[in-house]
């Protein structure tokens, strides 16, 4: 009753190209974790972060990011200024990018629709605005968002070439939006 | 020499793929992990008790009311909590009407006697207020309350949860501190499933 | 923190929501607990339910977007 099966299990492991297909699936998973978890290219559609990202208005030109997902959800690592791509907290199947204009314990002023001129962020929570001011749905639509949506900070434009080393801090939105900065 | 750092360099490149590749299980498809605290007695005890999770109902994917979810808590992403959601997007719900139904008075605990809410009906403004304090949940929000309402901090402190805060639906639990067969719980280590409690009323 | 939402009374509530009519509708209910450790200091736990109440609606495809499928019915009376 064993022969067969054995012989079965020689087969396999003689056969070359079989154990190399699975030698590359039992590397998928570590792929899957540095993306997950690490680094991630992302790419930034829409014109909410003219003119620091997707500078032209032809669609052609999309900007891919390098994302860094490390640690990002920590408070100490989310300052202001920085690019985050987020879980939409009105639909969490989409990710938005936007720039943190203000973090935990500030206070900001705020812009139509919000309902409040000042407000507070709270613990563990950012205040996410798109540099193209008056084309974006930021948190003056849903408020200060959990550091927990958010997925990683854009660290450089990595797509395309003629984009390589453009200033993430070229335009930063709206100015003097801070009435108490918590530090 | 040589052979020395290739066992080590095999040795690691197996224990690299082996811890990534159940991370991702458990990311993605499946967790069993211990939970803590009193907020979701009776139906998970206060310590011991642990949970499967399932990871398809990510980000509230096919979640409905009445169904227990791990979330991460929104105003600390290091923590993750267990409650049951209590209000889909849309849904028009009371904030908290048992906030004013204090089933144990605080002279109890001298007492050692048990009150029961005399006269619910009628009895001061805060009650009737309780009762009067609706919220719509917002779009790609979930209201979450622990089981036990007298001892979880939930949506009716830090508001809605972001759908995208969801981290999986629990289906099953095990209790530890049960005997290994034949407890009351269930059979298998106090194994028993976490269902649905939103029914049709008669 | 979700976003901006205001907690409304049932008369303001009245003024922006129209509610759809009883007849399509579903009486449900969701039994949660109030527990605490009695008698005290014996770590023994004792829950007392606390039922509430939703009414699940039908919604009419070309009704107003501000007619909710399902809302909270819980009372005074609901657990007594």
């Known amino acids: ?183 | 020499m040589t052979t020395i750092a290739r066992t080590w360099g095999k040795t690691f490149s197996y224990a690299i793929r082996a811890v990534c590749f159940v991370h991702i299980v458990h990311n993605h498809v499946y967790e069993f992990t211990e939970t803590r605290g009193e907020s979701m007695l009776p139906t998970l005890a206060a310590t011991n008790d642990y949970v499967h999770a399932i990871k398809k109902y990510k980000d509230g994917r096919g979640c409905q009311i009445g169904d227990c979810i791990v979330a991460v808590k929104p105003s600390d992403p290091d923590h993750r909590v267990c409650k049951r959601i209590t209000g889909m997007p849309g849904d028009i719900i009371l904030v908290d009407p048992s906030m004013k139904s204090k089933v144990f008075g605080s002279e109890t605990v001298g007492n050692e006697k048990l009150h029961l809410p005399e006269d619910p009906i009628g009895c001061s403004e805060d009650y009737d207020e309780s009762f009067d304090s609706y919220i719509k949940v917002p779009k790609g929000h979930v209201w979450v309350t622990g089981d036990n309402l007298s001892h979880s901090l939930d949506s009716r402190t830090y508001n809605a949860l972001p759908m995208g805060l969801i981290k999986g639906k629990i289906v099953a639990a095990n209790d530890f501190n049960e005997p290994f067969w034949g407890g009351s719980k269930g059979n298998f280590w106090g194994f028993r499933k976490i269902e649905n409690i939103y029914v049709d009323e008669k | 923190m979700a976003p901006p939402t205001p907690v409304l009374t049932r008369e303001q509530l009245e003024r922006q929501i129209s509610f759809p009519s009883a007849d399509g509708c579903q009486l449900k209910s969701l039994t949660q607990f109030q527990c605490q450790i009695f008698p005290p200091g014996s770590g023994e736990y004792l829950c007392i339910p606390f039922k509430r109440l939703f009414e699940e609606c039908v919604v009419a495809a070309g009704a107003s977007k501000n007619t909710p499928s399902r809302f909270e019915v819980t009372s005074p009376l609901t657990n007594s």
């Open chain 1, 1 to 183: 009753m064993w022969q067969p099966l054995r012989s079965l299990v020689g087969q396999i492991s003689r056969s070359y190209g079989l154990k190399l297909s699975l030698v590359t699936l039992s590397w998928v998973p570590v792929v899957m974790t540095f993306n997950d978890d690490i680094c991630y290219i992302a790419r930034v559609d829409g014109s909410s972060m003219r003119p620091t990202l997707n500078p032209n208005e032809n669609v052609s030109s999309t900007d891919w990011v390098l994302l860094w997902k490390f640690h990002s959800k920590k408070a100490q690592c989310l300052n202001r200024d920085d690019i985050v791509l987020f879980k939409s907290p009105l639909d969490p199947s989409r990710t938005y990018c936007k720039r943190i204009k203000a973090v935990q314990y500030d206070s900001v002023l705020t812009r139509h629709p919000y309902p409040r001129e000042v407000v507070q962020i709270p613990r563990n929570h950012i205040w996410v605005e798109g540099d193209n001011v008056f084309h974006s749905v930021d948190s003056n639509n849903f408020g200060p968002i959990s550091n927990g949506l958010v997925i990683g900070k854009a660290i450089t434009v990595i797509w395309p070439p003629s984009r390589w080393g453009a200033d993430l801090k070229l335009a930063t939105g709206r100015y003097d939006i801070l009435v108490a900065k918590s530090d």
